[in-house]
């Protein structure tokens, strides 16, 4: 099972680590909007981009298991 928590809210952090939860730090959001989004959307470089995010190591957000 998998979840977020934000980075400042200690009492939950530390009640996942009492619980055994193993945080992963390693992990960065990630957001595109607006303009930035439009850029993308319209460049010709989408698949490229697409490519290189959607490799073996992405994370996915679909919840299954590890």
Known sequence: MKWEV???NTPAI?????MGAELQK???NVRLSGDALRRLAAS???GAACGAAGGPNARESSGGSE
């Open 44 to 46: 010709s470089e989408v």
């Open 14 to 18: 530390d009640f996942y680590n009492a």
């Open 26 to 28: 390693e992990w960065l």
């Open 6 to 8: 934000l980075d400042w």
